[in-house]
């Protein structure tokens, strides 16, 4: 059974940080390429940060120089390390593993950890 379990987040301030942390179990995570996503309310889910299993990286602009994606195939888990929060960083964030084998696609999604930034 494939699980992916988020913590990490909470209320915070503008300006301050959270780790967000993105725990598998059930997948062989060293061969998914890993992802944060985020969907705030009456928003369409998007994709904030992703790493490959080469470890390259990619962010969305609105967080590029903020956020930092980062994975430990030891532990089989991917974090997200947000600083400079404002409150457009609120939102639900979801962790997403994803591996093509073929024609074959697997995907799979955490069930979210809230995200507020508000003072």
């Known amino acids: 059974q494939v699980q992916l379990v988020e913590s990490g987040g909470g209320l915070v301030q503008p300006g301050g940080s959270l780790r967000l942390s993105c725990a598998t179990s059930?997948?062989?995570?060293?061969?998914?390429?890993m992802g944060w996503y985020r969907q705030g309310p009456g928003e369409q889910r998007e994709a904030v940060a992703t790493i490959t299993t080469f470890g390259n990286t990619n962010y969305a602009n609105s967080v590029k120089g903020r956020f930092t994606i980062s994975r430990d195939n030891a532990k089989n888990t991917v974090y997200l390390q947000m600083n400079s929060l404002k409150p457009e960083d609120t939102a639900v964030y979801y962790c997403?593993?994803?591996?093509?084998?073929?024609?074959?696609?697997?995907?799979?999604w955490g069930q979210g950890t809230q995200v507020t930034v508000s003072s």
């Open positions: 997403n593993a994803f591996h093509r084998r073929g024609s074959q696609d697997y995907n799979y």
């Open positions: 059930g997948i062989i995570f060293s061969i998914y390429n």
